[in-house]
């Protein structure tokens, strides 16, 4: 069975910094693409940034040159760098590999973000 545990949240000023971890059990990451996505109150899930197998990355507009998104094959894990981070970048953010039309795990239970102004 497959598990995505999303941790590193937390409450931080406006132009701060987190980083966010995502550790998977019963699967191997390497071999798959991985997102982060984030969803704020009140509105739908959006995907924020994401990894492919090969290395390459892409970001939703908003994030651009203020987060970063890795992967540590040895570990398992993806990380999501968050810099200059905004009171509208609050929301929980999740890890899952995307698939063609929705994702492919079931969620984790997410890493509460919150920015303050």
């Known amino acids: 069975q497959v598990r995505l545990v999303e941790s590193g949240g937390g409450l931080v000023e406006a132009g701060g910094s987190l980083r966010l971890s995502c550790v998977a059990s019963?699967?191997?990451?390497?071999?798959?693409?991985v997102a982060w996505y984030r969803q704020a109150p009140g509105k739908q899930r959006e995907l924020v940034a994401t990894?492919?197998?090969?290395?390459?990355?892409n970001y939703e507009d908003s994030v651009k040159g203020r987060f970063t998104i890795s992967r540590d094959n040895a570990r398992n894990t993806v990380y999501l760098q968050m810099n200059s981070l905004r009171p509208e970048d609050t929301a929980v953010y999740y890890c899952?590999?995307?698939?063609?039309?929705?994702?492919?795990?079931?969620w984790g239970q997410g890493t509460q973000v919150t920015v303050s102004s």
């Open positions: 899952n590999v995307p698939g063609k039309v929705t994702v492919i795990f079931a």
């Open positions: 019963g699967i191997t990451f390497s071999g798959f693409a």
């Open positions: 990894i492919f197998s090969g290395g390459d990355t």
